[in-house]
């Protein structure tokens, strides 16, 4: 969080600038109230990362659950894109690292919808949010607390199991270990030659 004493709407903002292009040059600047609430960007992500979805229609449901007002005809996607983008990641409000684009990027280690029971029980538990039944949380706020939860909670207990060095366990104990941290990993994501593969696979030989 950048000042304590700074106006509630740029530590936590409800809009978004579109960003100038070249085709319109009367909207560049302009602000668009958004809807800032944390399920709606989970809801967001879900859907931009669905290959069953086209991509039209993601494009579609992006605009539809991000902005709040309808925007001009003239404004590009590619000007709406970068705004979600830019809101999405707030690196001077949770104090993360950006990722440099001549830097490797971080491994990643969690996945709101994997580990979404573990960040749920850890909210109600330190923070006493339901995080089903809060009527708004807005993004920042949901990643700042997400960020700052305790060792203790079982969201950062899982994040340490799926990374835990195994390196000083034998026997019985590196198998228990072994198995308990293959538990937690996350989900592999293929890529679009490996679902066609498989999808090649599975009409062949069906779903195994």
Same mark, same amino acid.
């Given at each position: 969080m950048n000042n304590l004493y700074q106006n509630k709407n740029k530590i936590f903002p409800t809009t978004v600038r579109i960003p100038a292009c070249a085709e319109s040059e009367d909207i560049a600047g302009n602000n668009y109230i958004i809807n800032a609430d944390y399920r709606t960007i989970l809801r967001i992500f879900a859907v931009l990362h669905d290959r069953d979805v086209p991509e039209y229609k993601r494009i579609e449901k992006l605009i539809q659950w991000f902005f709040a007002e309808e925007l001009p005809e003239n404004v590009t996607f590619e000007a709406i894109n970068q705004a979600f983008v830019e809101f999405v990641n707030p690196h001077r409000i949770t104090g993360e690292e950006s990722e440099d684009a001549d830097e490797e990027p971080h491994e990643q280690q969690?996945?709101?919808?994997?580990?979404?029971?573990e960040i749920y029980a850890s909210f109600l538990e330190e923070y006493?949010?339901?995080?089903?039944?809060?009527?708004?949380?807005?993004?920042? #706020?949901?990643?700042?607390l997400l960020s700052n939860l305790s060792p203790d909670s079982a969201f950062k207990r899982k994040i340490e199991l799926r990374f835990m060095d195994l390196k000083g366990f034998k026997?019985?104990?590196? =198998?228990?270990?072994? #198995?308990?941290?293959?538990?937690?990993?996350?989900?592999?994501?293929? =890529?679009?030659?490996?679902?066609?593969?498989?999808?090649?696979?599975?009409? =062949?030989?069906?779903?195994?």
């Open positions: 969690y996945d709101y919808d994997f580990d979404a029971d006493g949010i339901d995080l089903v039944e809060v009527e708004f949380l807005h993004w920042y #706020k949901f990643k700042l026997g019985q104990a590196l =198998s228990d270990a072994m #198995k308990a941290k293959e538990s937690v990993q996350l989900p592999v994501e293929l =890529s679009e030659e490996e679902l066609r593969e498989q999808a090649l696979f599975e009409s =062949s030989w069906g779903r195994l």
